[in-house]
């Protein structure tokens, strides 16, 4: 990790996030990045923002500061560049805490792998670019601890640092490979991909892992077991995971224990578990034995028809991949396979609809694209 950095710029007070905005306002690119508290709290959090501009690096510290909305105007400007790394997940969080819309990013790791570089982790990409290493133990990190250590401090003011040369380096190569309209209408499409939550909703049962490996009795009792699991987490602010795994639930459901000898066989359960949950765990069992049988929802199998064209577009998408030396989805997204081989266009003209955000693409492939699909039932 380099040392010798000046150092970073920390707003932890309106004052000091008025004259952080007053610098970024200035810059035609900043560089940003967000460390959450996935690994340690029930509902994640932003704990930290870094930008960085060609002058300076800067932490901002929203569990410090009740109002961020200085910071929206800069998201949302289409004439200040912002370069994430991996955006996508950052973008997500930034919607969710604070509503920030992103116009004209630049993301490194989606050049990177438009370049088919074959490592476009950004440890990787730094090290190759700038023989820069970063610290992969703070990548864990505990980010909502306070005050944070000089440590993490350093290693979050590096992950936006290099981005802007990285993203000179990367642009230039995708300039002169003839690359960069395709990646401009990739960068565009990202913007407009709504947010997903990430927040530690109750789980639901069919999206624990093994859920549909258990009999309708079993689920239900897991179901149960899912809800006692969300309300210990959410009193101690902790992670599911951390309370009990997937694996461990689905063994309680599959056993249905009914003594804590019979729970204390299960995998999962050591001793510790055992004094924290043992008797709330058969408590749940019982109750979800009470409960209807639980079925999973039956989602209506697509026609032969759609998955032959499904098939045969990603047959055609697979082969163009390995002709220009890059992963598959970078040919066709998903959502536009699957829109394609749903709408099944026979005509330029409705291709030309279906792909008009695309336009990279629609030049490149439509030709081929319709003649997959015309030769498809």
Not at 157 to 166: F, K
Not at 325 to 333: H, T
Request: a negative charge; one cysteine or more; glycine letters at 4%.
């Amino acid at each position: 990790m380099d040392t010798n950095l000046p150092d970073p710029i920390i707003a932890s007070r309106p004052d000091e996030l008025k004259q952080v905005v007053a610098h970024l306002n200035s810059e035609p690119i900043v560089a940003v990045d967000t460390e959450s508290n996935s690994l340690y709290a029930y509902r994640e959090q932003v704990c930290l923002i870094q930008f960085s501009t060609a002058h300076a690096d800067y932490l901002v510290d929203p569990l410090a500061l009740d109002d961020l909305s200085l910071l929206a105007p800069i998201f949302a400007n289409p004439r200040v560049e912002k370069v994430f790394h991996a955006a996508e997940y950052d973008m997500i969080c930034l919607r969710r805490d604070f509503g920030f819309e992103i116009h004209n990013l630049f993301d490194t790791m989606m050049a990177a792998r438009l370049l088919a570089r074959n490592k476009v982790g950004l440890h990787d990409l730094l090290q190759a670019e700038f023989g820069v290493s970063t610290d992969k133990r703070c990548q864990k990190s505990n980010w909502g601890q306070r005050p944070l250590p000089p440590l993490l401090l350093s290693y979050a003011r590096v992950d936006t640092h290099y981005l802007i040369p990285l993203r000179d380096r990367l642009r230039a190569e995708l300039v002169a490979r003839d690359l960069w309209p395709l990646a401009a209408e990739d960068l565009a499409h990202l913007c407009r991909v709504p947010g997903r939550s990430t927040n530690g909703d109750p789980t639901p049962v069919w999206r624990v892992t093994g859920a549909r490996d258990l009999t309708p009795r079993q689920a239900a009792v897991l179901s149960e077991l899912c809800a006692y699991r969300d309300e210990v987490a959410r009193s101690l602010d902790r992670p599911l995971f951390k309370i009990l795994g997937d694996s461990t639930l689905t063994s309680i459901a599959s056993a249905c224990p009914t003594s804590l000898n019979q729970v204390k066989s299960l995998p999962g359960m050591t001793e510790r578990q055992i004094r924290r949950h043992g008797q709330p765990v058969l408590q749940a069992v019982q109750r979800g034995l009470k409960l209807e049988p639980l079925y999973p929802p039956r989602s209506p199998r697509p026609d032969e028809q759609y998955l032959a064209r499904l098939e045969a577009l990603r047959e055609w998408r697979k082969e163009t991949a390995r002709g220009m030396g890059v992963e598959s989805d970078i040919v066709l997204p998903r959502d536009l396979l699957c829109g394609l081989a749903e709408r099944n266009p026979q005509q330029p003209h409705e291709l030309a609809e279906l792909l008009q955000d695309v336009p990279w693409r629609l030049e490149r492939f439509g030709d081929q694209i319709l003649g997959v699909l015309r030769g498809s039932p």
